[in-house]
Structures are given as structure tokens and as C-alpha cells.
């Protein structure tokens, strides 16, 4: 089972940007798709977007426009570019293998990274 470890969080003012990364502990480019899920305090954990090893994104409908996936085989890594940043999108975020056709979640957890919008 690959490990994944998140990075990148922090606090952030509203329409702020941040960019997390996820660091696999083995190759990655075998692996059909990957995504990031987040999960706020007293709420279900959510997709936020997922990627496949052909480039095909999808999008929770909360951030699409603002959020952009992409991986980066080479050095086994997933990022996150954040823009325009909601206090509502507070949460942890975590990185995971994903499976269609709903990206699901198909791997263990993380520890995840904090994101923390506020003014």
C-alpha cells in the first residue's frame, strides 16, 4: 500500500491562495487516479477533486473554478492550487488513491493538512 503524506496547509485570509502537496512513498504512475477529499469539523468527508494518470480532472461543484489538480508522476507527488479562498473551505485535507464513478476514496488515510481560512 502506497503511504501519502500531505503538506502545505495553514492559516490563509479569505481570497487568499495556498497550494498543497501530497508525497507518495512509491512510484505513482501506475495508479489510475488520485484525489483530494477534505473533511470539516461536524461534516462528512467530501471530493474535492480527482485526477487520472491521463490528465482527466473532476471537480466538486464547491470549488470548481477556484481549485486546479494536477500530479506530477516524476517526482511521485499530488497537488492542490487553492484560489480565491472561502472561510467555508476550512477544513483537513487529505490525499488518497480514487476510483470511479464517484472518485471515491480507495486507500488508508493520512494524517491530512489543516486549512484554515479566516480574517
Known amino acids: 500500500q502506497v503511504q501519502l503524506v500531505e503538506s502545505g496547509g495553514g492559516l490563509v485570509q479569505p481570497g487568499g491562495s495556498l497550494k498543497l502537496s501530497c508525497a507518495a512513498s512509491k512510484s505513482i504512475s501506475s495508479i489510475y487516479a488520485m484525489g483530494w477529499y477534505r473533511q470539516a469539523p461536524g461534516k462528512q468527508r467530501e471530493l474535492v477533486a480527482a485526477?487520472?494518470?491521463?490528465?482527466?480532472?473532476n471537480y466538486g461543484d464547491s470549488v470548481k473554478g477556484r481549485f486546479t489538480i494536477s500530479r506530477d508522476n516524476a517526482k511521485n507527488t499530488l497537488y492542490l492550487q487553492m484560489n480565491s479562498l472561502k472561510p467555508e473551505d476550512t477544513a483537513i485535507y487529505y490525499c488518497n488513491t480514487a476510483a470511479p464513478p464517484y472518485w471515491g476514496p480507495t486507500g488508508s488515510w493520512g494524517q491530512g493538512t489543516q486549512v484554515t481560512v479566516s480574517s
Open positions: 485526477v487520472t494518470r491521463l490528465g482527466s480532472t
